[in-house]
């Protein structure tokens, strides 16, 4: 067993989520591989990854960020031989034309580089990355920056890739952080993505919510799908009217389970419709009977607008906004 290996195993996973796996140490050195060589891409919405690859020129890849970030397919000598070869072994390439296509995307913020699945994101299990993520570690930063006590138990429900268990593990190498989803696939790849960033207090655990999941919590972080997505994809799709039932739900769940002074960071979406947002109003009652502290601010006023003509969900919606709430337990 390589070192590779040794650190996947070290870490373990929940049913389903296989660890150890030559398939899983070969995708950890490719990621090695590709941050040696000093990789960059920052992923954007499905809409402008449409628009940018329906560009002419754009058919076929010609560089590693092509294949690795904007999904396109590649012929012979486009990638070089090392990465083709640990590619191959990872199980991340499939035919596609006279050429191939890469089954995985690569996107990376600050020094880190995490794995995520490949666009179009059209099965039921994948893994999605991007603005949101962003904004979402964005509003990590900012509060463990200003947050005091130490964290010793950490839980980020619906953990996708794992940045945001990933970025509090970081920062609080002695806390135990649990990456919770579940979406076995996404296991996976915060379990590789973990070792990619040299994570080692992340644990990935399948539940449902915190229901797999034992004691009390110093911090819970989420960002949950809050769409609704006539397809009902996991990573999109959010529940309730409006795509806030999952957004909820975390809320509900975390009341229960925060120690005392323990926070809750939610990063969400809510559409509103007629000035109101009736994701704030329910939250605050909630919040209000359990005796928390909180706040609550809009990060983003508008964002996927092209749901408010596409989705009848959305008919009545002016905009979708982007939030930040923080929610305090007493004690």
Same mark, same amino acid.
């Given at each position: 067993?390589?070192?590779?290996?040794?650190?996947?195993?070290?870490?373990?996973?929940?049913?389903?989520?296989?660890?150890?796996?030559?398939?899983?140490?070969?995708?950890?050195?490719?990621?090695?591989?590709?941050?040696?060589?000093g990789y960059r891409y920052t992923?954007?919405?499905?809409?402008?990854?449409?628009?940018?690859?329906?560009?002419?020129?754009?058919?076929?890849?010609?560089?590693?960020?092509?294949?690795?970030?904007?999904?396109?397919?590649?012929?012979?000598?486009?990638?070089?031989?090392?990465?083709?070869?640990?590619?191959?072994?990872?199980?991340?390439?499939?035919?596609?034309?006279?050429?191939?296509?890469?089954?995985?995307?690569?996107?990376?913020?600050?020094?880190?580089?995490?794995?995520?699945?490949?666009?179009?994101?059209?099965?039921?299990?994948?893994?999605?990355?991007?603005?949101?993520?962003?904004?979402?570690?964005?509003? =990590?930063?900012?509060?463990?920056?200003?947050?005091?006590?130490?964290?010793?138990?950490?839980?980020?429900?619906?953990?996708?890739?794992?940045?945001?268990? =990933?970025?509090?593990?970081?920062?609080?190498?002695?806390?135990?952080?649990?990456?919770?989803?579940?979406? #076995?696939?996404?296991?996976?790849?915060?379990?590789?993505?973990?070792?990619?960033?040299?994570?080692?207090?992340?644990?990935?655990?399948?539940?449902?919510?915190?229901?797999?999941?034992?004691?009390?919590?110093?911090?819970? *972080?989420?960002?949950?799908?809050?769409?609704?997505?006539?397809?009902?994809?996991?990573?999109?799709?959010?529940?309730?009217?409006?795509?806030?039932?999952?957004?909820?739900?975390?809320?509900?769940?975390?009341?229960?389970?925060?120690?005392?002074q323990g926070v809750l960071l939610?990063?969400?979406?809510?559409?509103?419709?007629?000035? *109101?947002?009736?994701?704030?109003?329910?939250? =605050?009652?909630?919040?209000? #009977?359990?005796?928390?502290?909180?706040?609550?601010?809009?990060?983003?006023?508008?964002?996927?607008?092209?749901?408010?003509l596409a989705n009848p969900a959305?008919?009545?919606?002016?905009?979708?906004?982007?939030?930040?709430?923080?929610?305090?337990?007493?004690?």
């Amino acid at each position: 067993m390589n070192a590779l290996q040794a650190g996947l195993t070290a870490r373990p996973l929940q049913a389903g989520s296989p660890g150890g796996s030559p398939e899983d140490a070969a995708l950890v050195e490719l990621g090695m591989a590709l941050k040696n060589q000093g990789y960059r891409y920052t992923a954007v919405t499905p809409a402008t990854h449409t628009l940018v690859n329906k560009r002419q020129g754009n058919e076929w890849a010609k560089s590693v960020e092509d294949v690795f970030g904007w999904s396109r397919p590649f012929r012979a000598g486009v990638m070089p031989a090392a990465l083709m070869t640990l590619m191959r072994e990872a199980g991340v390439i499939t035919p596609h034309d006279e050429g191939w296509r890469c089954r995985l995307r690569a996107s990376t913020i600050k020094d880190s580089l995490f794995f995520h699945s490949a666009y179009p994101t059209d099965d039921t299990d994948a893994v999605f990355f991007g603005p949101d993520t962003y904004r979402f570690i964005g509003a =990590i930063d900012q509060h463990l920056t200003t947050a005091s006590g130490p964290l010793r138990r950490v839980a980020d429900i619906g953990c996708g890739a794992g940045p945001g268990a =990933i970025t509090v593990a970081l920062r609080h190498p002695h806390a135990e952080v649990s990456a919770i989803d579940i979406n #076995d696939q996404a296991l996976r790849l915060t379990n590789i993505n973990a070792v990619l960033g040299a994570a080692n207090n992340v644990r990935p655990l399948h539940s449902n919510l915190l229901n797999a999941a034992d004691g009390m919590f110093d911090l819970i *972080i989420a960002n949950p799908p809050y769409m609704i997505d006539p397809t009902r994809r996991a990573y999109r799709h959010g529940g309730g009217a409006l795509g806030e039932g999952l957004s909820l739900a975390i809320v509900d769940a975390a009341v229960q389970r925060l120690s005392p002074q323990g926070v809750l960071l939610l990063y969400t979406g809510v559409a509103i419709e007629q000035g *109101i947002d009736a994701f704030r109003d329910t939250v =605050i009652q909630m919040l209000r #009977d359990a005796g928390f502290q909180w706040s609550y601010r809009e990060i983003d006023p508008d964002v996927f607008g092209e749901e408010l003509l596409a989705n009848p969900a959305y008919s009545r919606a002016e905009r979708i906004a982007a939030i930040v709430l923080t929610a305090t337990r007493g004690g």
